[in-house]
């Protein structure tokens, strides 16, 4: 059955006056065009969460096929402890951190809505699917940690982490970036910063550079895999030992998996917080994270052809590098895709692919060990995407994401005549309190953890593979490399730990026996 339209409903609720039933046909469009376009709103939201949230399997992949064969099982788990551990932490605090202020002053977190619980007002989905939004963009900083830590690193301490990262790191951050109430938002209930404000379309620095810090801090904590750059006595090597990952094919798969859910983590910033639908912002979006993630793949790809001919005489084209590439043009254009020209975006993939090479190259200087190079991918590139916007946002992108393009970019600012970079300051003040608040606190967090031994992994639990120590011993899981010595000193020092276990159980016990006596027992404990 059709529903009646607004002229027949104008009738039934007896407008007769000729303008009064012009008024009331015209209200009731208004309706339900509102109505329309908060559906649109709502359907588009949980489309472009859903995108996001399958990067997550992009990031599986990638992790799963960097590491060895012995490892793959920990570091697939780890990668759902994070979708698991963000979901409960971004519901119970992270959200109303975020994004819960009413108040119409700045303010450094925000302080209701914990566990949605204000959400009750909500008839039409909105906020609701806004929140899926969010936290699907948290649980994605918080992974990029994962693929740096792999191999070494104790499966308590990584979901402790996953928890305290999206339930108030990343929270605080997204709070002054990006919730009107921040003192770094462009879109601020007071003047903005500078009178603009830092502009972070899709979360260059909220979401990359805040996970990529983390990640910085927790491997110069952690330290490198055994063997990677130095001995067994401790010296320095030469050359750093390369540990391959054990399938390029799923590295592959990852790095694709990323590119196609990149298009939801872009596009659907369009949407923001007010839930104002952006087409043109969008489409831009998308054809400028296209052209920034081809430009730094092939960047990256021939520039290390160039650099392994003239230092071996034989080019290489490496794989890992193209792929790497691409992800960080990707993570570069995210800050900007919305309010740049795609000239300008081919710019910005170029360069982030430069930008990659140069910071693995510094990585390995520093005996910094990424096994999957996230650091460079996500934090050095992303530093890159937000300094990019000071530069090269265009006054029809500002005009259209802002509505106002009194400060643009510094390169439209000279073709101006004007020296303006305010934009370029803010982004530069914007960096600075996202690598300094995250430090901040979780530079203390893990040396906590590392001080009650919560961190690193057992040395010959590192070498047999965690999927051996954590997962069930099996051989098979060993793969090749571990000796038969090995494996038989890990069996000595298991048996240990179970007689030492058994003997303090049996210690507890002749205790409780004689506490009993004490007290005046006369139960006998068999």
């Known amino acids: 059955m059709s529903q009646p339209n607004p002229y027949d409903i104008c009738l039934l609720n007896g407008y007769i006056d000729h303008d ?11 309706q339900t065009q509102e109505i329309l376009i908060s559906t649109t709103n709502v359907f588009f939201l949980i489309y472009a969460a859903s995108l996001v949230f399958f990067m997550q399997t992009g990031f599986a992949m990638i992790c799963s096929g960097c590491v060895r064969k012995n490892n793959v099982q920990n570091t697939m788990l780890k990668n759902l402890l994070d979708v698991c551990g963000s979901a409960l932490a971004y519901f119970s605090v992270g959200y109303a951190f975020s994004f819960g202020d009413d108040r119409d002053e700045k303010t450094f977190v925000g302080n209701k809505n914990f566990f949605l619980t204000d959400l009750g007002h909500d008839t039409t989905g909105g906020s609701y699917s806004i929140w899926l939004f969010h936290f699907a963009f948290a649980a994605t900083s918080a992974t990029i940690v994962a693929g740096t830590l792999a191999e070494r690193c104790q499966m308590r301490a990584y979901l402790m982490y996953s928890m305290i990262l999206t339930g108030f790191v990343y929270p605080v951050v ?14 601020s209930v007071g003047d903005p910063l500078f009178g603009i404000g830092m502009i972070d379309f899709a979360g260059s620095g909220v979401v990359h550079v805040t996970g990529g810090s983390t990640a910085l801090v927790a491997t110069f904590l952690l330290g490198p895999r055994r063997g990677r750059f130095y001995d067994e006595k401790g010296e320095r090597l030469e050359e750093p030992k390369s540990f391959p990952g054990h399938s390029k094919s799923l590295q592959m798969l990852g790095t694709l998996i990323l590119w196609f859910g990149w298009y939801g983590f872009n596009a659907g910033s369009a949407v923001d917080i007010e839930s104002d639908l952006k087409p043109l912002v969008t489409a831009i979006a998308t054809v400028n994270t ?63 692919g430069i930008v990659y090479l140069l910071a693995s190259a510094f990585l390995e200087r520093f005996c910094l060990d990424d096994a999957v190079n996230a650091i460079p991918v996500h934090c050095f590139s992303g530093i890159w995407g937000v300094i990019s916007v000071g530069l090269f946002a265009s006054p029809r992108g500002m005009h259209n994401f802002l509505g106002r393009a009194d400060h643009v ?51 010959l639990e590192e070498i047999v593979g ?35 276990q058994e003997f303090q159980r049996i210690a507890a016990h002749e205790e ?15």
């Open 174 to 187: 997204a709070h002054n970036i990006w919730s009107p109430n921040g003192f770094l938002s462009c879109k």
């Open 512 to 526: 409780d026996i004689e506490e009993h006596m004490k007290s005046g027992g006369v139960d006998r404990v068999k």
């Open 20 to 30: 009064e039933l012009l008024q009331c046909v015209a209200a009731e469009f208004q």
């Open 466 to 500: 965690l999927d051996v120590s954590y997962h069930g011993f099996n051989r098979s899981y060993c793969g090749e490399g571990v000796s038969q010595e090995t494996l038989n000193q890990y069996d000595t020092e298991q048996a240990n730990k179970l007689t030492k």
């Open 409 to 459: 970019g510094i390169f439209y600012s000279w073709s101006r005549g004007s020296g303006d970079a305010r934009l370029l300051a803010c982004q530069v003040v914007g960096l600075l309190f996202i690598i300094g608040w995250t430090t901040a606190i979780m530079y203390p967090f893990f040396i906590i953890l590392n001080y009650f031994g919560m961190f690193r992994a057992d040395s």
């Open 290 to 352: 296209t052209l920034s993630g081809a430009a730094a793949g092939v960047t990256a790809l021939l520039v290390n052809v160039l650099y392994t001919e003239r230092m071996t005489g034989e080019a290489v084209y490496n794989l890992s590098t193209a792929m790497n590439g691409c992800l960080s043009g990707l993570a570069a254009i995210t800050a900007s895709c919305g309010v740049i020209e795609p000239w300008a975006a081919m710019v910005v993939g170029i360069v982030a």
